[in-house]
């Protein structure tokens, strides 16, 4: 079993539509939860960091982590073409090393 | 400011040959990540630096693999005699500190082997 389960897709939405892309993990320890943003052929670009449980909310973009239930989600509202990429989910107990879901690819149809 | 440097950015490598991926971090960065991505995979820690010391290598292979960053110049992940299951993109991140909220990743280098 991998630490970190991610549905890899493909999610394909009309445009306006609120996604919702999840993660759940097995390691109790892990305290640090981001959501990564990975266009094809580019490097992740961070689009969320929790610490713990509870909600963080960023523009169109809100992340809950349920810590009891050892799951993470992602929302994003008002969903745009530009949204259409990978997401990828990561956690760390703290230090330096993250441990990656295998991505969820986000389609965007205008 | 400019960000992650990665080069090159895509590495054609015959089997048994050596590759050699270089990092710049940001402008006041001084710690670097290396992770490996395989296709459909998500990213693999590899290695953790800080100048001139190794932090964390628990994700890089025993044989063949290794990385450094020098007082001077750029972080260097090396792979010696690549085989093809080396074959992967590899990303290189970097932050001012310790950094547990995230860290700025580089466009990363394709190596192919052939």
């Known amino acids: 079993q991998k630490e970190v389960e991610q549905d890899p897709g493909p999610l394909s939405v009309p445009e306006g539509a609120i996604v919702s892309l999840n993660c759940t993990y097995s390691n109790s320890a892990f305290q640090y939860f981001m959501w990564y943003r990975q266009y094809s052929r580019k490097g992740p670009e961070l689009l969320m960091y929790?610490?713990?449980?509870g909600n963080k909310e960023d523009g169109r973009f809100t992340a809950q982590v349920d810590k009891s239930s050892k799951y993470i989600s992602l929302f994003i509202r008002d969903s745009q073409p530009s949204d259409s990429a990978t997401y990828l989910c990561?956690?760390?107990?703290?230090?330096?090393?993250?441990?990656f879901g295998a991505g969820t690819i986000l389609r965007v149809k205008s | 400011n400019a960000g992650v440097m990665q080069n090159p950015r895509h590495l054609v490598r015959r089997r048994g040959q050596e590759a050699r991926l270089r990092c710049s971090p940001m402008k006041g960065h001084s710690h670097v990540y290396w992770y490996r991505q395989l296709p459909e995979e998500g990213l693999k820690f590899m290695v953790y630096?800080?100048?001139?010391?190794?932090?964390?290598e628990s994700g890089m292979p025993k044989e063949r693999f290794s990385a450094e960053f020098p007082k001077e110049g750029p972080s260097i992940l090396r792979i010696q005699q690549v085989v093809r299951g080396d074959s992967a993109a590899y990303f290189c991140?970097?932050?001012?500190?310790?950094?547990?909220?995230?860290?700025?990743f580089g466009s990363g280098t394709r190596l192919t082997v052939v």
């Open positions: 990561a956690m760390s107990p703290g230090g330096n090393k993250l441990v």
């Open positions: 991140a970097s932050s001012p500190r310790d950094s547990q909220n995230g860290y700025t």
């Open positions: 630096l800080q100048k001139e010391n190794i932090i964390d």
């Open positions: 929790t610490y713990s449980s």
